[in-house]
């Protein structure tokens, strides 16, 4: 049982332009959500996090949005940048526990 | 702030070997460490929550007796997979929360060890 899932594996989208990675999860306790960067053999980059008080958390060129009635939540990068290329993982947490559950991962090609 | 170091990054093994892989928060001190496997192209699972001074708490399926995990000090955390066989072969990621400040549900995780068994 698949309690987040990304349902795009791969999203390639050119230099400048926004990129948009989405995630949906099912367990209505989550209510701590984070988007790590990972590159192949490497351990996972912390990106930025939103908490459930929350719809909206921006850092710099990235931005996460939290639909709570949806139990939905979106990366936005912009501008994508040739270096953002890796594999994007969101994941979910319930409070308190801080054991996160990943997505499958998507796959994002920037290109030049 | 927040970096994790694993080590070694990767090694390889005959079948029916112990490995080792340790996992030390470098700048802050982690109560909790956690352990992930990641099999190619796959997500990453949480295996273990480790937590200093105590006993390791392992996720369902995860065999406690084959993968042991000791926390002795707040930056330092073991993961010994003992009997490994090649099915263990896999890249084996640590992370730490920190224990204090306003970040503790924040996970840093380190660069992850990639064992081979023969």
């Known amino acids: 049982d698949q309690q987040v899932k990304q349902n795009s594996p791969s999203l390639s989208v050119q230099e400048g332009r926004i990129s948009i990675l989405n995630c949906d999860y099912t367990?209505?306790?989550?209510?701590?959500f984070l988007w790590y960067k990972k590159y192949p053999a490497e351990g996972p980059t912390f990106l930025i996090s939103?908490?459930?008080?929350?719809d909206k958390n921006e850092d710099g060129r990235f931005t996460v949005f939290l639909n709570k009635s949806a139990k939905h939540l979106s990366l936005h990068i912009v501008p994508s940048q040739p270096g953002d290329s890796a594999v994007y993982f969101c994941?979910?947490?319930?409070?308190?526990?801080?054991?996160?559950?990943f997505g499958t991962g998507t796959r994002l090609k920037v290109l030049a | 702030g927040a970096v994790v170091s694993q080590h070694p990054s990767r090694v390889i093994c005959k079948s029916g070997t112990s490995v080792k892989i340790e996992c030390r928060s470098l700048?802050?001190?982690?109560?909790?460490m956690f352990w992930y496997r990641q099999f190619p192209k796959q997500s990453l699972m949480l295996m273990a929550t480790?937590?200093?001074?105590?006993?390791?708490?392992?996720e369902q399926g995860v065999e406690k007796d084959k993968f042991l995990i000791n926390h002795a000090s707040l930056t330092l955390s073991t993961l010994t997979v003992t009997s490994a066989h090649p099915e263990d072969s896999s890249f084996y990621i640590c992370?730490?929360?920190?224990?204090?400040?306003?970040?503790?549900?924040?996970?840093?995780f380190g660069p992850g060890t990639r064992l081979l068994v023969l």
């Open positions: 992370s730490a929360r920190l224990t204090s400040g306003r970040d503790q549900e924040t996970q840093y």
């Open positions: 367990n209505s306790m989550f209510d701590y």
């Open positions: 939103i908490s459930s008080i929350k």
């Open positions: 994941a979910a947490s319930a409070r308190g526990t801080y054991k996160y559950i």
């Open positions: 700048d802050f001190q982690a109560t909790t």
């Open positions: 480790s937590n200093e001074g105590s006993k390791a708490t392992y």
